[in-house]
């Protein structure tokens, strides 16, 4: 008779009217969660905005689709075709540095920035650094949890992405 594995079910976490994660259990402890908005204190909050830059090219969520909407302006510019190909080469390197970069971090880089606002009782809550996020993080994935649930607290926390995704979604509609 051969063994069945047993299936572990992915549990999404609660939230509050605003989407904001409330407090959660898993066997290594339970866990606090900070209000985007609320103070985060130094250490949490110098983490935080060095995280909250999108794919390595030092701009917040809004500013590199501004980057973005650049590259699409300077291809249609009256510019030298020469002119155009080196500023055309110069931004699309950076992002595509950004993405290499993304792409060698363990985690998501929203679920490192969700672990920012989160504690585990027992730790200090004024500070926050990469081995600890990863004890959570590894926590919750042998837990079961959601990424849905962290993915979208992370998104409560950058600023502008609301907005800037409402605006991609009606540009896609005019497209359709």
């Known amino acids: 008779m051969s063994e069945q594995t047993e299936q572990k079910i992915i549990r999404e976490l609660e939230v509050d009217g605003s989407g904001v994660l409330?407090?959660?259990e898993t066997k290594k402890g339970?866990?606090?969660?900070?209000?985007p908005g609320d103070p985060l204190g130094i250490v949490r909050w110098t983490e935080y905005e060095r995280l909250a830059l999108v794919m390595g090219t030092?701009?917040?969520?809004?500013?590199?689709?501004?980057?973005?909407?650049?590259?699409?302006?300077?291809l249609g510019s009256n510019k030298t075709v020469e002119q155009i190909r080196?500023?055309?080469?110069?931004?699309?390197?950076?992002?595509?540095?950004?993405?290499?970069?993304?792409?060698?971090?363990?985690?998501?880089?929203a679920i490192y920035q969700a672990s920012i606002f989160i504690w585990r009782d027992g730790d200090d809550?004024?500070?926050?650094?990469?081995?600890?996020?990863?004890d959570y993080i590894q926590d919750w994935a042998e837990e079961g949890?959601?990424?849905?649930?962290?993915?979208?607290?992370?998104?409560?926390?950058?600023?502008?992405?609301?907005?800037?995704?409402r605006k991609l979604e009606?540009?896609?509609?005019q497209l359709e």
């Open 145 to 165: 949890l959601s990424e849905h649930s962290f993915f979208a607290f992370a998104a409560l926390t950058v600023n502008g992405l609301i907005p800037t995704f």
């Open 86 to 109: 080196v500023e055309a080469i110069l931004l699309i390197a950076s992002i595509q540095k950004g993405i290499i970069d993304l792409s060698k971090a363990r985690f998501s880089k």
């Open 30 to 35: 339970r866990y606090n969660v900070i209000r």
């Open 58 to 74: 030092g701009q917040t969520f809004s500013q590199l689709l501004d980057a973005l909407d650049s590259v699409k302006n300077v």
């Open 125 to 134: 809550r004024m500070t926050w650094d990469m081995a600890t996020a990863e």
């Open 170 to 173: 009606a540009e896609r509609r």
């Open 22 to 24: 409330l407090p959660f």
